[in-house]
């Protein structure tokens, strides 16, 4: 694809009509549910569990929708100490790293859920860097030799590397909220390298190549998941506010898919990503696995299969016009 052809190809996509807004009751239910005493003691027990209905959830969706504003001050506060109290500030990769009796389910945070808290305090209002400021240096720290990252601890020992969409997407947005950085950079580079929509090409983490089909659907809410729009405005977004150049052969697979798949300009939820998955719920004063996890009224009411998506027709929209003005930067080769 040539860069003339990159140019046609964003102009013919339609300009879109406006969209429904988000249903009013689904986002007020949310908020009550975060200024809750319920809640709070939900955050003090643990800051992540249970899928998909604890508070990190409501939290991360609000954000996603434009909506961070309705989350409330006291929330904010609670979830920030409560990540600052989290046992273990390191992701434990060799042995002795993580002291006897560790549980790693509820002890120890990974990349993409650090990725995607930080950037739900940051549009809160929260300095991370100052509040938490183990967060960004664990992002150099576990960031591998591709620029990717991965939340099994067991790639980081193994002879290749053996890195992770999911694991990078999440810290690489994150960071577009601070200067540039070697870090941001380099899992640019690694989005670059995969050309959006490529899985590994490793054999200790071989399943990424069967997740990677699924990444052509675009799924809402993203959670810590990824997709190619996802990656698509990552990438674009650094190359903008970074002021980086970025080549059209990483760009040219994910944007004449999105393209084709909404001509109109308007962007149809094809992926429910978090279906299918099971959580830990915590009865009768200990946690249990559950094969099912859980739900709440605002996640219901935007991820119907083939419904619109306000979101995410916004975000289409916005990466078109950020692509042609790097593109007329010189910034597209």
């Not at 150049?245 to 798949?261: D, G, K, R, T």
């Amino acid at each position: 694809m040539t860069v003339a052809e990159l140019q046609r190809t964003l102009r013919a996509v339609s300009s879109p009509p406006s969209l429904p807004p988000i249903d009013e009751a689904a986002l007020a239910s949310s908020a009550r549910y975060l200024a809750s005493g319920a809640a709070i003691e939900s955050v003090e027990r643990d800051v992540y569990w249970p899928k998909w209905d604890s508070p990190w959830w409501h939290m991360l969706l609000l954000f996603e929708l434009d909506e961070a504003h309705r989350i409330p001050e006291r929330m904010v506060e609670t979830m920030a100490a409560q990540l600052d109290r989290q046992p273990l500030h390191i992701f434990p990769i060799h042995e002795g790293e993580a002291p006897p009796g560790t549980d790693p389910s509820h002890q120890v945070m990974c990349h993409c859920a650090l990725g995607s808290m930080h950037q739900v305090l940051t549009a809160c209002g929260v300095d991370v860097a100052a509040a938490l400021p183990w967060i960004e240096p664990w992002f150099d720290r576990y960031q591998m030799a591709d620029g990717g990252a991965s939340c099994d601890e067991t790639a980081y020992l193994s002879a290749e590397c053996a890195s992770s969409m999911v694991a990078t997407i999440a810290p690489l947005e994150a960071m577009l909220a601070r200067p540039p950085s070697p870090f941001a950079d380099r899992a640019a580079g690694f989005l670059i390298d995969r050309q959006l929509v490529n899985g590994s090409s490793s054999q200790h983490n071989a399943e990424e190549q069967t997740a990677a089909l699924s990444w052509p659907n675009v799924s809402f809410p993203r959670f810590y998941f990824y997709d190619v729009l996802r990656g698509l405005s990552a990438l674009v977004k650094w190359a903008t506010v970074h002021e980086r150049a970025v080549p059209i052969a990483a760009l040219a697979p994910a944007l004449a898919h999105l393209a084709l798949a909404f001509p109109d300009g308007v962007v149809r939820v094809q992926r429910q990503a978090f279906i299918d998955t099971g959580t830990r719920l915590h009865v009768d004063g200990r946690w249990q696995r559950q094969s099912r996890a859980l739900s709440f009224q605002l996640l219901e009411a935007t991820s119907v299969l083939g419904a619109p998506s306000a979101t995410l027709t916004r975000r289409w929209t916005h990466t078109r016009r950020e692509l042609l003005a790097l593109i007329e930067a010189g910034r597209v080769a």
